[in-house]
């Protein structure tokens, strides 16, 4: 048993600060409504530090308080992640370190699917959410090719271009057309022997690790992916690929 | 004001070369047209409204002439020729339409003079509520002492409705200027979505509908605050010069439209976007609407201090491509960010010196200064220090639209106490350093001095190299943010086609009249 509290400036003293807005006046009853807001949070002596009017009928205020119980950090257990987190800056030393030239990223939104969200957020150089996007990544030749690509032209490209890994993207589905459709890029790959030469990975708002897994795909990236996740997924398998006799 | 005393030969040669830049592109640029150019066309005619599908009535209209019939003869004749066979007013046309009761090919296109009377009262109305709007704002404006420097924030929760309330409390914390995000993808539209939206991802859809609610909230901000609220939108994407119709329409006030932004970060063909931008300007010279340029995104990507001479070369083909629209500088904010990494040594001075060459070298542009954004992590409180020192360097060297940082940059959008103690921040730096700039002096042929030389005869040389292989080129290779785009590819291309000799544009042919 290993117990812990929040740390101010004295051991289990369980300090924490807070801020917040409430729909309030930074009045007396404003503040007492923020002191109450602690208090049913379960901390103990909160203190209104700072209460002011932002806007009309809106009040921010600080709040210190202790928190009353203890953590036991031994009942404490994460699951790992299925890779862990790095940032591109990382994955751009790692590409440098192992490879000595460039890996080639070929994505798309196959079949009817004419979202282009997905694959964007992963592939554009804006990327999302603050995660740049795979164009951006030194060491990686990205090719987006956009929505609506037939399996057929998504297969004819990665030839042509040599792709070491490919990103199929699916963000709307009707009726399991995404899995259908996805299911015959595998079999397409099968027949032209490329299967095995590439990293396939789908992604989507719909797709999990396993539901990829059993449609014949390396990984599955669903929501909260960004571009960091896919290509160093990607990578680590291209490395422990190469060492394979 | 000029403290760096850059040498104004090189300036000029800069300017020179970037004219010349622009100059090739802009004779690609008279050749062609594109349908979204075709459709804001349209839209000033005043063609507006969807069918069931919520496809808008300009998308269908052009879409019947690229597949049926000769869009390279421009929609212009298209429309004139069906109103005046049909006998229909506009109003009339467009429910027939509609209804699949009229179409726009017709046995044969009148005669120009005639489709010229056709369209002229229509086009007419929509000019003078653009000029009425211009009188407007300029009103607001004349009643207030002018500010050196605008405070820029933004909304974008996807609700018009919620991001009205957002922009008013903004305004009342001091904003002066709001912008009211899109919908994440929208650029990559080939439409513009239409009517009041209440639902969109990390952002709000850019429609008319929504442009017009949150003006009547702006101004009836700007009222109780006797202070003008200008209002921003995006003029960027497939759909640049339509939303610049709107815009004008519905009195905007700054439009983020930049002329390579689309090429570089939405992977939109260079063509495309060359063509949609130049008309695009055209309607913001037309409505008084100051552009926003996106050279600020290169430091996204490239190093900022490796790269500053990118950002000044752009700054630099983006003036020649406003003038040649006919933007005045007045209209110009040109864009640069604070993305050094503040862990480098001396960053903060790097940051000052290159704003203050900005400002020297575009001295009546109203400059855009967009705030750390790379740098910045999950620390709020890091955030806030980092937010500081950019506002420090807009009140010393009079930065003109500056957006303000936020503490949970990349975490979430605005929360209203977020935006509040971002705008208390600028305006404390803004009160207590009120006459920093005339106090002190930046050292001459110190390490900031140096800095902006080496900048601006960086630039210069990129400038030169660049008119020699042409800007198609220079984006093929990488040169600005690193990002390679070929010619031909991108989203888009199949949406520019070649003017016939005999193509017409409504909308142009007027605004040539009365020049």
Redesign the interface.
Known sequence: MKLIRPYGDTSHDGKIQL???LPVHADGQGIEAAKRLATQLGLLNPQVVHAED???G?A?FVVYASVKFDLDLDQIHVEEALTERKSREEIEVILQENFDRELVFVGASTGSDA???GI?AIM???G???H?GL??YRGIRAY?L?SQVKNEDFIRFAKKVNADVLLVSQTVTQKDVHIRNMVELVELLEAEKMRERVILIAGGARITHELAKELGYDAGFGPKSYAEDVALYAINRMIANKSKP | MNQFHLDPSIIETCRQDAFLIADEVLSMVEQHSTVSVERSVLRLIGVDGVNDLLEPLPNMMVDEVYHHGDLSKGISRYLASALFQSGLNLTEFQQAYLKGQVQLITPHLEDLDTCRNVLKPYLQKTFDRIAKNRDTRHRFLEKETPRTTDLYVIVATGNIHEDVIQAK?AA??GADIIAVIRS??QS?LDYVPYGITTEG?GGTYATQANFQIMRKALDEVSKEEGRYIKLVNYASGLCMPEIAAMAAIERLDVLLNDSMYGI????INMKRTFIDQHFSRMINAKAGIIINTGED?YL??SDAIEEAHTVLASQFINEQFAFAAGLPEELMGLGHAFEIDPSVENSFLYELAQAQMAREIFPNAPLKYMPP?KHVTGNIFRAYQQNTLFNIVTQYTSQSIHLLGMMT??IHTP???DR??AIQNAKMIQTSMKSISEELVIKEDGLMANRAKKVLEDASLLLKQVKESTLFQALEQGVF???KRPQDGG?GLDGVFQKSPDYWNAALDLWEVSR
């Open positions: 801020s917040f807005t932002i806007h009309e809106y921010f979202h282009t969200v964007d554009n150089m804006k999302f959410a603050g740049y164009e951006r987006n956009g | 409390a009342k914390a994440t993808g990559l991802f570089i970060f939405r992977d995104n996204t990507t954004t940059e990349a929360f209203l106490q509040y103690l943010a690193g990002v989203k």
